[in-house]
């Protein structure tokens, strides 16, 4: 079946670090991939989006690669806030997943000011 | 913007009371989703929709029932409330129309059962 890996965490980054989030999956067919956003005390939000290979996805200053032949799709970002503290979640939708969302585990993100 | 929203934010109640959490989209959304997020942070697909009177069990078995009988309403029930019900929940929604599919979630219910 579908699944995502996401980088353990969690992860402690000084104000202007820059920030790297592995994310890798397996998947049937080609899959759409995201990465969303939590922080504290609320719901997810889509922070950014690919849809075929080679695609970037960017959002807020954080970008994401779809590639296809290592199956990743990491989440970078140059430049942290405090304000980026929050938990991130990769995810894709397949064919193969009758189009349901499929997360990885989430990696707390705490920037220092 | 996605308009999603969830009643109530917060609920503490006792065990063995009946429970609704209300979600209701405005997005005219076919597809609707309920989630049970661990206080680990993993989020696990309990309930889904396809439409009016559509409703499918997920991932995670769950005691709690689904009802869709509105496009824009898919509100959850626990007949009786248990603390392993004690849990944050999760509404999202989507479009049959998005080629990507992307899933709008709304703000959560916090659940503390006692």
């Known amino acids: 079946g579908d699944s995502v890996t996401q980088m353990e965490g969690p992860v402690t980054l000084s104000e202007e670090a820059f920030l790297t989030i592995n994310c890798t999956y397996t998947?049937?067919?080609?899959?759409?991939l995201f990465w969303y956003v939590q922080y504290p005390g609320e719901g997810l939000q889509l922070l950014l989006k690919?849809?075929?290979?080679?695609d970037k996805g960017s959002n807020k200053g954080f970008e994401a690669t779809y590639r296809k032949e290592t199956t990743s799709f990491h989440l970078e970002k140059g430049s942290v806030q405090v304000s980026d503290s929050a938990v991130y979640f990769c995810?894709?939708?397949?064919?193969?997943?009758?189009?349901?969302?499929?997360f990885g585990s989430g990696t707390q993100l705490t920037v220092l000011p | 913007e996605a308009d999603i929203y969830q009643t109530p934010r917060y609920l503490v109640i006792g065990t063995g009371k009946k429970i609704t959490l209300e979600c209701s989209q405005t997005?005219?959304?076919?597809?609707m989703y309920w989630y049970q997020q661990d206080p680990g942070m993993e989020l696990h697909l309990i309930h889904y929709?396809?439409?009016?009177?559509?409703?499918e069990k997920g991932d995670l078995s769950s005691e709690s029932t689904v009802s869709r009988i509105r496009t824009e309403h898919f509100p959850l029930t626990l007949e009786s409330a248990r603390p392993s019900h004690t849990s944050q929940y999760l509404c999202?929604?989507?479009?049959?129309?998005?080629?990507?599919?992307?899933?709008?979630f709304g703000p959560g219910t916090r659940l503390l059962v006692l």
């Open positions: 690919a849809t075929k290979a080679d």
């Open positions: 999202a929604s989507s479009s049959f129309e998005e080629t990507q599919e992307t899933q709008y």
């Open positions: 929709s396809y439409g009016v009177n559509s409703t």
């Open positions: 997005m005219g959304h076919d597809k």
């Open positions: 995810a894709l939708i397949s064919s193969g997943s009758a189009r349901q969302l499929t």
């Open positions: 998947a049937t067919g080609y899959p759409s």
